[in-house]
């Protein structure tokens, strides 16, 4: 075998195939699913007739010790990484390993996570002197054009898209052109490169990816995604034949990876063709995707569809932001934030689940924005939430470049992304860099701010005070904003011993961690699971529900003076009964004035909470009997989640004779 080199002539053992392993790691914390990238890697180079022929392909997907991975490569003429930010340090790291393992091998990375601007592809390679050859362009044509080089003997320096050394040099060749027809590449579904990696281990997947179109036209500076602004579509039989593999497959939970789905009318016709996959199989029973931002009349429709085949989904609304001058600095302002407003008020009074996704650290946000903007992302409907994403400084992205930083006086931290799947051993962490400040949000601000939102994040899509915050602003019609701001201070002024001061340690605990670069997920104390913030506050006042309710009444009665002090004081023991409660099984009773069931039930409509007694019944669910309280609140978490059931509620208009509980 010749020595490597990406100007050698071919590596390829002499008389024999070539081999080509494309590795896809699994990432810190995604779900295991199909590796949709490599998979169109080697589905398009083995359209090559001679690549069919000579080259050998394997796919590599699981995390393991990196001298298990390394061995298991074989002999391998070429290795190619596909980076993203949650396998990066990992891949890089298998790279390096390879390199000493099989010095006269190709190595080859491609990815999101590649760098483009020429200062940064330097320093990877300086970095990383185990890359041969680094990839910018989508991958499918480019990959195959370098292979049937390297089978061929020749050099790189016609293929587009590269960037490779030739000595102590690093050469640059011609940007690729963009994939504009897609009957170029190859289906893994559906010329067995997917079937083969079944073979091999059916039970590292719970997932399928399927892309029907790629692109997007928004500009937003914090995404990869507005780098390829052209929309273009694949194949639609393509596409229809891809679902019906994946059903036929088993695979229960599918997503679409498109960056808006519904963007083309054709859309909703895909959404009728999985309805009807769904109607024949019984599969997929859940399809996560994200919807296009300005159509909620074609998002509606599609969700229509799915929801009427049974295929379960969550409306996601990535608004990421709601104030102007913020969506103007990330150059988001042709996005309508109101569309997503409207199709949020159509799916909550449908009992359709919906989601809000919020960043926080962008350019002119301020607290008080962040504030509003936090209200705005939390409507009483029952099935609805919201999601914060800290900023994160991405590669190839417009908010990572040189003069945006300095231009909003961007302050991060590259801090540790530990996993937070029990049980699993990723052996080593990622990292991502992470917005903690900006001119208009400085550090200190920006630690106000984190606290305010996770506090709000808590009380909100974890349950803590849904019924509370629904009296709040539905019937004393509180300033929901100031309100979350008062909480807010009290995590940082109650007394020693009270259990907002509690809460206000727990997050203090995770600002002290990013402040360091430490990880964004601690362990909870009982347990070496790691939890994100918000659900760790929770956790802090679910260890102490009682006193986390006095708390909140004798606050809320400081907060608002004029209330009427008998409804707060209901709304609070409405709001602890149906919250579960560990170790306690038995369903309970509690008699009120008012109809707080069919109130709650109807939240987001803005019905009256009528003046009828009732006695509301709750039934539990089983987790409340779990042994430990570590794993009770653990599944707690992971049902509303899920947007599972956390309990029954039934009422009879009858006061009952009995109470089974008084909480």
């Not at 281990?201 to 052209?230: I, Q, Y």
């Not at 590259?414 to 937070?420: A, D, E, G, I, L």
């Not at 007394?495 to 206000?504: I, N, W």
Request: overall charge negative.
């Amino acid at each position: 075998m010749l020595r490597r080199s990406a100007e050698s002539e071919s590596l390829c053992h002499h008389g024999c195939a070539m081999k080509v392993v494309v590795t896809q790691f699994e990432g810190i914390d995604n779900t295991p699913a199909l590796p949709l990238a490599a998979g169109i890697l080697v589905a398009t180079a083995k359209l090559d007739s001679d690549l069919a022929r000579e080259a050998a392909f394997s796919i590599v997907v699981r995390r393991e010790p990196i001298e298990q991975v390394v061995a298991g490569f074989g002999q391998p003429d070429v290795i190619g990484f596909s980076l993203y930010p949650w396998n990066a340090a990992y891949s890089l790291a298998v790279a390096a390993a390879a390199r000493e393992a099989y010095p006269e091998a190709l190595i080859v990375a491609g990815g999101p996570a590649v760098p483009r601007p020429d200062p940064l592809v330097r320093r990877l390679f300086r970095e990383h002197s185990a890359l041969d050859v680094l990839v910018f362009s989508e991958g499918e044509l480019t990959f195959r054009s370098l292979l049937r080089a390297q089978l061929r003997g020749e050099g790189l320096g016609a293929v587009g898209g590269l960037a490779f050394r030739r000595g102590d040099e690093v050469l640059f060749t011609a940007p690729a052109e963009r994939v504009f027809d897609f009957t170029q590449t190859a289906s893994p579904y559906l010329d067995g490169t997917f079937d083969a990696l079944l073979a091999e281990g059916r039970a590292d997947f719970s997932m399928a990816l399927v892309e029907t179109n790629r692109g997007c036209p928004f500009s937003c500076t914090f995404c990869d995604w507005s780098l390829t602004k052209h929309v273009v579509e694949f194949p639609l039989e393509r596409v229809r034949a891809e679902l019906d593999w994946i059903a036929d497959r088993g695979f229960s939970h599918m997503a679409i990876t498109d960056a808006n789905f519904g963007i083309r009318p054709r859309d909703s016709g895909i959404a009728r063709t999985l309805a009807e996959v769904k109607r024949v199989t019984g599969r997929p029973t859940y399809c996560y995707f994200y919807l296009t931002k300005n159509n909620h009349r074609r998002n509606l429709e599609t969700i229509e569809i799915l929801h009427e085949a049974g295929i379960g989904c969550c409306v996601g609304l990535a608004v990421q932001d709601f104030d102007e001058d913020v969506l103007k600095a990330v150059k988001r302002d042709n996005i309508q934030s109101g569309e997503s407003i409207k199709l949020l008020q159509i799916m909550g009074g449908r009992g359709i689940p919906t989601h809000n996704e919020l960043i926080l650290g962008l350019p002119r946000q301020t607290r008080a924005s962040f504030a509003n903007t936090l209200v705005t992302a939390m409507p009483s409907w029952p099935r609805h939430d919201f999601a914060i994403y800290l900023c994160l400084l991405l590669d190839n992205t417009e908010l990572a470049e040189a003069q945006e930083r300095e231009r909003f006086g961007i302050e991060t931290r590259r801090c540790r992304w530990k996993t937070q799947r029990v049980g699993w051993n990723p052996v080593m962490d990622e990292y991502q860099e992470v917005v903690v400040g900006t001119v208009d949000m400085p550090f200190a601000e920006w630690r106000r701010t984190y606290r305010l939102a996770y506090l709000a994040s808590a009380i909100f899509n974890q349950r803590l005070l849904r019924v509370v915050l629904q009296w709040l602003t539905e019937v004393a019609r509180a300033d929901l904003g100031a309100y979350l701001l008062y909480l807010c201070a009290l995590t940082e002024e109650a007394p020693e011993g009270s259990v907002f001061a509690d809460l206000g340690r727990v997050v203090d605990r995770y600002l002290d961690s990013i402040a360091k670069g430490g990880p964004l997920a601690l362990p909870m104390s009982e347990s070496e699971a790691l939890v994100e913030v918000s659900e760790a506050v929770a956790h802090a006042a679910l260890v102490r529900a009682d006193a986390f309710f006095e708390e909140v009444v004798q606050g809320t009665q400081r907060f608002l003076p004029s209330c009427e002090v008998e409804v707060l004081e209901e709304a609070v023991r409405f709001q602890r009964l149906v919250t579960p409660r560990f170790g306690e099984p038995d369903p309970r009773e509690e008699p009120f004035h008012h109809d707080w069931v069919t109130f709650t039930a109807a939240g987001g409509t803005g019905a009256p909470l009528q003046p009828r007694p009732i006695v509301a019944r709750y039934a539990p669910p089983a987790y409340v009997g779990m042994p430990e309280f570590a794993s009770y609140v653990t599944t707690h978490f992971a049902c509303i989640r899920a947007h599972l059931g956390v309990g029954e509620v039934t009422r009879s208009e009858r006061p009952s004779p009995r109470r089974l509980a008084v909480l």
